[in-house]
């Protein structure tokens, strides 16, 4: 039984090796040979970290984390705020500028975790309201002068709009087809920015960006930065809670789960679907303007479909309909590929297999909704 | 000037209806999109190349054009319908009763795996596919239609013509048939569900691997990003002419080949990515069911 085992597994190394082969040449019985220590490793290794009380596929340690996070919520809340308004006074550039990316991310996964992991509705093309935030600030001050916090609300609106515009024709489509219908607008926006050269200045992008400022006090340093973006992630991350457990959060919840089921019960499916699009692209927007005040300098290189696959992974990796999960899914997305710096060229061959895997062994994510929880395990159950 | 574009928007539009093959055949089996396939076809243009310095590096690579192109088609086809199946038997098939997002997400996984797995083994640079035929051709007036466009036209009706009587006339067609029908009846009558889905997979990643093959021939360059672009069009294709439907990938195919091309012609040639975005998009929004296409089921 055991020999039978352990030779399926070397078949499929060698199998392994054998499709890679023609790319990597004699590495290829290199990397069968790991791949095949690794199959055979991971049950014993599973089982000695299960003696131990934690097991690798379960990592119970976080949820029971999260649990305790629900408990003793407002202290905890207080923790970890304060830790993170200290933090940068110990760190040098470098990191809080780290930090402030991790920030800008967390905006933008918390406004996609509305669409994807509330509602339901698969986005792919979500960089192209970042576009727009960032293009509108840019925009705005070369051409009026009007100023950051002005054009914040602004950036952020239209965002919203261009949700709503975008999301009115494609909201009667189901899953897939919407994933590739905003795929192809993401697309579509990308092309329009990189080809209207007499707007955006096509390629080039758009220079010369004011940064933001505080009567004479402009905020400069990465340090000023980070607190900026600290206040809009806690806005966020406000919102967004307070957004999920309302009656506009439960009804998403309700559209996610049984679109029909939810129209039976009175919900506006419609008009919770817009809100929703309307809500993310909101939030990405707002990350946008920030990015614009931040880089000053925009181009359409900064909103590829690559980004949009970024932000999708913190919500997926993180855990689809939670906040903390979210939340760390974008923090570890963005500082693990910058602590391993020296692997940078396989960061995201390294994602693609994360994402694929993370799909099969462990769905909801390292901090599972609590509620999505439920259904997946009512599902599999 | 018209009838040059329409040459070359015949020939890319074969290329594209190859690659909506493999979709739509997925699409109509086991209603997911396979969003890995796009780079199924650039492994295939990668594959192709390799087999060709393969033999040249075997003290082959002055025997006749023909042969060499037939042996790169061999590689790349087998090569690329082990690693469709492969896929499927590693990513989608633990998820085939998981939610929906669920496949779809590891599709995406796969997709941006194989991309970044062929950048890191063969590096970020274009790939120079060797220059097999001389670039005449017959001249049609003021048009021309070259060597390699001819034989890219030809080898894919040989093999659509191929494909349709396979799933029209053989039993293995017949089984792939009901099986996109009703699944669970298929496996209530004796059929292994399981086998078609992977000769599904089989069958339409070797579809893909010979389009980047003829890409990597037409064009002479690729490159690790090139079946992102190419996939997302062979979807638009696939849903034009009705996902699910071959025939309809086909005529979807060549149609989105012929827009593009008369468009780059004669609207932008700056906006040529685009349009298949923008039919993609209108199509879903007022014809989701596509030209040949049933009214599609609503399925969540």
Redesign the interface.
């Known amino acids: 039984m055991i020999k039978n085992k352990i030779l399926e597994k070397s078949i499929w190394a060698l199998w392994l090796g054998l499709l890679a082969l023609p790319f990597m040449g004699k590495k290829a019985g290199i990397l069968a040979i790991a791949i095949l220590l690794v199959i055979l490793l991971l049950p014993l290794l599973n089982g000695l970290i299960a003696r131990f009380g934690i097991s690798v596929s379960r990592l119970n340690f976080l949820s029971s984390s999260a649990n305790w996070l629900k408990t003793n919520k407002k202290m905890a809340l207080l923790i970890l705020f304060s830790f993170a308004a200290i933090l940068p006074l110990f760190m040098n550039r470098y990191f809080v500028d780290v930090a402030v990316l991790c920030g800008i991310y967390i905006v933008l996964a918390l406004g996609l975790n509305v669409i994807v992991g509330l509602t339901g509705l698969l986005a792919l093309g979500y960089i192209a309201f970042y576009a727009v935030g960032a293009y509108c600030y840019a925009l705005l001050w070369t051409h009026y002068h009007i100023n950051f916090w002005l054009a914040l609300p602004i950036g952020t609106a239209l965002a919203g709009v261009f949700g709503v515009l975008l999301g009115s024709p494609v909201l009667r489509l189901r899953g897939d087809y919407l994933a590739i219908v905003t795929l192809g607008f993401g697309e579509i926006t990308r092309i329009v920015l990189n080809n209207w050269d007499e707007l955006t200045r096509g390629p080039n992008g758009i220079l010369g960006i004011a940064r933001p400022s505080i009567g004479d006090f402009i905020i400069k340093q990465p340090i000023h930065y980070y607190y900026l973006i600290l206040a809009f992630v806690v806005l966020t991350i406000f919102i967004t809670t307070r957004l999920e457990h309302s009656r506009i959060g439960r009804a998403w919840v309700a559209i996610r789960e049984d679109e029909v089921a939810a129209a039976a019960c009175g919900v506006n499916v419609t008009l919770m679907k817009l809100l929703a699009f309307a809500t993310g692209a909101a939030f990405a927007g707002l990350g946008g303007v920030f990015f614009a005040g931040k880089m000053i300098f925009v181009s359409p290189e900064s909103f590829t479909f690559m980004e949009s696959v970024m932000v999708l992974c913190m919500v997926v990796l993180g855990g689809m309909g939670s906040i903390p999960g979210v939340i760390l899914g974008a923090i570890a997305l963005i500082i693990l590929p910058e602590a391993l710096r020296q692997f940078q060229f396989y960061r995201l061959l390294m994602f693609g297999g994360a994402m694929a895997l993370m799909m099969i062994i462990r769905p909801q994510g390292l901090i599972p909704s609590q509620r999505r929880k439920m259904e997946l395990e009512e599902e599999n159950g | 000037m018209f009838l040059q574009q329409l040459i070359n928007g015949l020939t890319v539009g074969s290329v594209y209806a190859l690659i909506a093959i493999g979709y739509t055949m997925v699409y109509g089996i086991l209603e ?2 396979n969003f890995a396939h796009g780079e199924i076809y650039m492994l295939g243009a ?2 192709g190349i ?2 060709i310095g ?1 033999l040249t590096a075997m003290g082959l690579g002055n025997s006749s054009a023909f042969l060499l192109l037939a042996f790169a088609f061999i ?1 790349a086809m087998v ?1 690329c319908a ?2 469709g199946v ?1 896929i499927e038997r590693l ?1 989608y098939r ?2 085939r009763r ?25 590096g970020t640079r274009n790939k120079v596919f060797p220059q097999l035929f001389a670039q005449n051709g017959f001249d049609l007036g003021n048009a021309k239609i070259t060597y390699i466009q001819i034989m890219i036209l030809v080898t894919s009706i040989l093999l659509m013509v191929g494909l349709t009587l396979f799933v029209n006339k053989t039993k293995m067609g017949k089984a792939m048939r009901a099986t996109s029908q009703d699944q669970k009846m298929a496996y209530l009558v004796g059929i292994d569900v399981n086998r078609v889905i992977s000769v599904t997979f089989l069958i339409g990643s070797a579809l893909g691997a010979a389009a980047g093959v003829m890409v990597a021939l037409y064009y002479g360059l690729v490159n690790f990003h090139i079946g ?1 672009t190419a996939g ?1 069009k062979a ?2 294709a696939a ?1 034009l002419g009705g996902i699910g439907n071959i025939p309809g990938a086909m005529l979807g195919g060549i149609i989105l080949g012929l827009v593009e091309s008369l468009g780059a012609g004669y609207l932008s040639s ?2 040529k ?2 349009y298949a ?2 039919i ?2 209108l199509l ?2 007022f014809r ?1 069911q596509g030209i040949l296409g049933e009214r599609l089921k ?3």
Do not use: K
């Open positions: 997911f999109i990668y594959l390799i087999a393969l590689f090569f082990f690693y492969t990513a633990p998820l998981a939610p929906r997002l669920a496949p779809l997400l590891s599709a995406l996984g796969v997709s941006i795996f194989l991309q970044n797995f062929v950048m890191v083994t063969q992102y997302l979807f638009t849903v700056e906006y990515d685009a975005f923008i993609l998009v879903l929004i989701p609503e399925r969540s």
